[in-house]
């Protein structure tokens, strides 16, 4: 039974950094792609980031190009998203997901985390 286990979210002010973390357990992970999306309220879920663990290969919203940056712990099995410079746009559940494809598409991923909490204070 593959899981992923966000942690990392919380209150930060504007311009303020946060990380969050993705445990994966379950599966072979090894030819996955991981993927961070976030969902505010009353919006569709976004796309945030993606990396391919055959590769290494990331990839950016353009909301978050330049401030975040994802990367992978293979030892730890644990995804990352460093946020940087963050907005109060940027307030939201973020989600961890994967799947075994590339894609910016939430409907594509067919493992997903339970979500934390990002708010960002003006």
Same mark, same amino acid.
Do not use: H
């Given at each position: 039974?593959?899981? #992923?286990?966000e942690s990392g979210g919380g209150l930060v002010q504007?311009?303020?950094?946060?990380? #969050?973390?993705?445990?994966?357990?379950?599966?072979?992970?090894?030819?996955?792609?991981?993927?961070?999306?976030?969902?505010?309220?009353? /919006?569709?879920?976004?796309?945030?980031?993606?990396?391919?663990?055959?590769?290494?290969?990331?990839?950016?919203?353009?909301?978050? &190009?330049?401030?975040?940056?994802?990367?992978?712990?293979?030892? &730890?099995?644990?995804?990352? #998203?460093?946020?940087?410079? #963050?907005?109060?746009?940027?307030?939201? $559940?973020?989600?961890?997901?994967?799947?075994?494809?590339?894609?910016? /598409?939430? /409907?594509?991923?067919?493992?997903?985390?339970?979500?934390?909490?990002?708010? $960002?204070?003006?």
């Amino acid at each position: 039974q593959v899981q #992923l286990v966000e942690s990392g979210g919380g209150l930060v002010q504007a311009g303020g950094s946060l990380r #969050l973390s993705c445990a994966a357990s379950g599966g072979t992970f090894s030819n996955y792609v991981m993927g961070w999306f976030r969902q505010a309220p009353g /919006k569709e879920r976004e796309f945030v980031a993606f990396i391919s663990r055959m590769n290494s290969n990331t990839y950016y919203g353009d909301s978050v &190009k330049g401030r975040f940056t994802i990367s992978f712990d293979n030892d &730890k099995n644990t995804v990352y #998203l460093q946020m940087n410079s #963050l907005k109060p746009e940027d307030t939201a $559940v973020y989600y961890c997901a994967a799947n075994q494809y590339y894609s910016i /598409k939430a /409907k594509e991923y067919n493992y997903w985390g339970q979500g934390t909490q990002v708010t $960002v204070s003006s």
